[in-house]
Structure formats: C-alpha cells, structure tokens
C-alpha cells in the first residue's frame, strides 16, 4: 500500500483524536530523523502505523497476539492494549505491505520500549511522547533535550512513564525496565558482568 492508502485506510480505522494524534507523531518521528541520522522516509511510515492496532478492543488484541504467536506476557494479559505494538507491527506487514524490519520492530516497542532500542525505535517511542498535542508535565523538558540528544531524552521518556505507571498502581512493563536499564549501561559506558 503506497502512503496515500494507508492514510485513508487508518482515518477510517482510527478515532479523528488518534489519527490527529498519528500525524503529529509523522510531524515530530521526521524532525527527529532529520536531527539524528535516521532515514526521514523510513520514520516517517513507522510513525503512521505505529497505532494502527489502535482501534482493536482487547479481545481482538490478545486473540490477534494468540493468532500469531506473540508472546503474551502477564502484564500484557492484565492490560491487553499494550499488545497494540506488537499487533500493529504484524499488521503493518499483512495489512500495509511493510517488509522493512526495523519499521515492523519499531512499531513493536513503541509503547514499552524494549532491549537494545534502535535510533528509529527510540524516534518512534520519544515522537509518541512528546508529540505537540501531548501536555503532561515535564513534556517541555524532554522536547528540549531531544533537540540535541536522543538517548538522554528516551531515558528521561522511560524514567517518567515508569513512574506515572508505578504512581497509577499499574504493573511496570518488563521491557521498559530493560529499554531504560540497556540505555543507561550504553550512555554511562558501564562495565558490568
Ligand atoms: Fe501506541
Ligand atoms: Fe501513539
């Protein structure tokens, strides 16, 4: 499906909030390409599809994740809407005709992150973050700091939604601790065994 189809296709799929939401993230996923090296063209379809798993209610998730092998881990079970990264990365391949996986992988952590993230997953995961619309506070911090440096800002990204979901009583996604934990022994050169 070229760029123009897919955007139809997801303004029917998605709510007008979540596809507004999807342009921003196009908007921010391209300035932060632009910034750090990354093949604008390349971020700029995983930010489109990066919710196109959006719309399915949780049943759907975890019947698509069973359908397909996903791991479905209990944090996913107890909140099947975190699968929407996984799903939407097979259904970026079925449905969209996306063969490029570091698009498809993207897509998969944008929501918790995971090890060892890729320059493009962590522009996929910090565009979702700090898109314009988004308003929580310390937002303005982390865009500042994503101007000049993308681990910094993903770390800072990581470290306020681990906090937000611990504050919520929520359970903490075990990719999350390990995208932070693995960004943090790579920027401060830890030497560990
Ligand atoms: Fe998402
Ligand atoms: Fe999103």
Redesign the pocket.
Known sequence: MNWTDIEVDLKKKLTPKRFR??MN?VEAADQLARTFGCDPDQARLAALL??CA?NLTDEQQLDYARQHQLKIDRVSQNDPQLLHGPVGAVLAKECYGVTDAAIQNAIDC?TTGGKNMSTLDKIIYLA?YIEKDRSFPGVETIRQIAETDLDGATIMALTNCICHVAQCGALIHKRTIDARNDLIIKTKNLKLK
């Open positions: 939401h999807t993230v990066h919710d959006k944008h979702d």
